[in-house]
């Protein structure tokens, strides 16, 4: 009986080892957080001053973008942010500054990405002269081009 126990606690080893190594390797999967509100304040530079800005989406897109800069306070018209209503998971923001044309500009640099990288999808411009304009605006198949490579 004693050999029958041990060939039996033998193959349960050899089976379980093998379920052990056996079994899929789960790889964690980074899930993107989209940003519904921000607020970045910023000293800015000599010529900007400080800058503020505010946006607001929801699941249908950006519904509100206002900057201060320049000594402006504008919202964002519905045009615009129409044409860049549909980034669905813009979950990066960033500010930066530079001349555009002659003009100087304030500008707001919206992202996708996670700790792999990230994919500037949008960047709006707000000028000296309280203009905004689409400086860069990627389709959603571009976006996924990106993101292939």
């Known amino acids: 009986m004693s050999g029958n126990k041990s060939l039996v606690l033998a193959l349960l080893g050899a089976v379980l080892l093998t ?3 056996a079994l899929p390797a789960h790889a964690s999967k980074e899930g993107l957080l989209s940003l519904y509100r921000v607020i970045l304040d910023s000293p800015g530079t000599t010529e900007s001053g400080p800058v503020h800005v505010e946006m607001q989406r929801s699941d249908r897109g950006i519904d509100k973008l206002r900057i201060s800069a320049f000594g402006r306070n504008e919202s964002a018209p519905p045009e615009l942010l129409q044409a860049i209503k549909r980034k669905a998971w ?3 923001v960033q500010l930066s500054s530079g001349g555009i044309t002659g003009e100087r500009y304030a500008s707001v640099v919206l992202t996708e990405g996670g700790s792999w990288g990230a994919i500037v999808v ?3 411009g707000f000028s000296e002269n309280g203009k905004f304009s689409i400086i860069k605006n990627l389709s959603q198949e571009q976006v ?3 993101e292939r490579r």
């Open 19 to 21: 379920l052990v190594f």
């Open 90 to 92: 813009i979950n990066g």
């Open 122 to 124: 949008a960047v709006v």
């Open 144 to 146: 996924e081009e990106a």
